[in-house]
């Protein structure tokens, strides 16, 4: 059944952005809205569920939606996230890139990522969007970084059956709120039409949405042509030990900040260092220490403070850093470097 989840006429305007800055807050994976005319904003959105997809239509008047770090590590459900303007223009940015999107055209974008999505006319656009869980993906499809935040076509070939599709089940009723029900109290969770196919559909149509995206993936993928094992985890893991080498001396280089670099959820990155003795957090302490062993026994390097030295391989404080030695090598960073003298 498809659901008006919020229709700001039911709100005076002084309300309507802030009250659809909440309601995105408070979605699955949260996002802000800000405005440039506050005073004129109008919202309403329609969400429908099939099976494990979530489709939304949006019409939304000129503003920014983003998906700032701050908000992912509030709530990342790991979605593929499919985008794309039925009437008005929009932009979308992540990984680098923004896609400038006409009607029809689509995008991609991950909910692990930083993201940007601007209404760019002068008027309203409505925009349909499906979330696809990453882990019902063909494990290619799950690795299309190179395609997020990238003007796809949506009017031919395979890209019109997946837009098709999806503004195929939000049709129930007009996208442009002649359906929304009356002021309430309570606006965000109001009383729909049914949609015009059978409930016990839902299912069959969410394998169907699951299976385009996927196919989607697919042929833009190989457009692409990359080498066989160009995106294996293997190589990723070499990648992400050489970036942790190249950032060792930053305070804030984290699972986190890890994750970003390679465009990656902190969760999948984790399940990649399954396959080793360690974690992400420990080989960062592990390689920082070595480091900072190798400089306390280095003569050159015998007038450099200890809590330089700390602080030259990422250690934020003193402290801090004497613990670590200590409890790695055994004794402490000063009587190491008298050691190492002697």
Do not use: K, N
Not at 92 to 115: I, K, M, N, T, W
Request: glycine fraction near 6%; charge should be positive; aromatic fraction near 4%.
């Amino acid at each position: 059944m498809i659901r008006t989840v919020f229709h700001s006429e039911d709100l005076p305007a002084a309300e309507r952005l802030a009250r659809f800055d909440d309601f995105l807050r408070h979605c699955d994976h949260p996002m802000a809205v800000t405005s440039s005319a506050p005073e004129l904003f109008r919202a309403t959105a329609r969400a429908l569920e099939i099976g494990p997809v979530s489709v939304a239509e949006l019409t939304l008047s000129p503003s920014v939606v983003r998906r700032t770090a701050r908000l992912i590590r509030q709530s990342d459900p790991e979605l593929c996230c499919v985008v794309f303007a039925r009437r008005g223009a929009l932009r979308v940015a992540q990984a680098g890139r923004e896609a400038a999107l006409g009607e029809r055209d689509f995008a991609l974008y991950d909910s692990s990522q930083p993201l940007r999505v601007r209404i760019t006319g002068r008027g309203p656009a409505t925009l349909v969007r499906a979330h696809v869980p990453r882990a019902l993906l063909p494990p290619r499809a799950r690795r299309a970084d190179g395609l997020l935040g990238r003007p796809l076509p949506g009017r031919a070939g395979i890209g019109a059956l997946l837009t098709q599709f999806l503004g195929d089940v939000m049709a129930g009723t007009p996208p442009d709120g002649d359906d929304a029900p009356g002021p309430a109290t309570e606006p965000y969770e109001s009383a729909e039409p049914a949609l015009p196919h059978p409930a016990g559909d839902a299912v069959v149509l969410g394998a169907v949405a699951v299976d385009l995206v996927a196919a989607t993936l697919a042929h833009h993928l190989d457009e692409e042509s990359p080498a066989p094992d160009e995106q294996g985890p293997g190589v990723l893991l070499l990648r992400i030990d050489a970036f942790i080498e190249e950032h060792l001396p930053e305070p804030d280089l984290s699972p986190r900040a890890v994750a970003a670099a390679h465009h990656i959820s902190v969760s999948y990155l984790h399940r990649l260092f399954r396959t080793r003795e360690t974690t992400v957090t420990e080989l960062i302490r592990r390689r920082r220490l070595e480091r900072a062993r190798r400089d306390l026994g280095d003569e050159r390097l015998r007038d450099l403070p200890i809590h330089r030295v700390a602080a030259r391989w990422g250690f934020r404080d003193h402290a801090s850093f004497t613990r670590a030695f200590r409890a790695a090598y055994g004794v402490p960073p000063s009587r190491h470097r008298r050691q190492s003298s002697g």
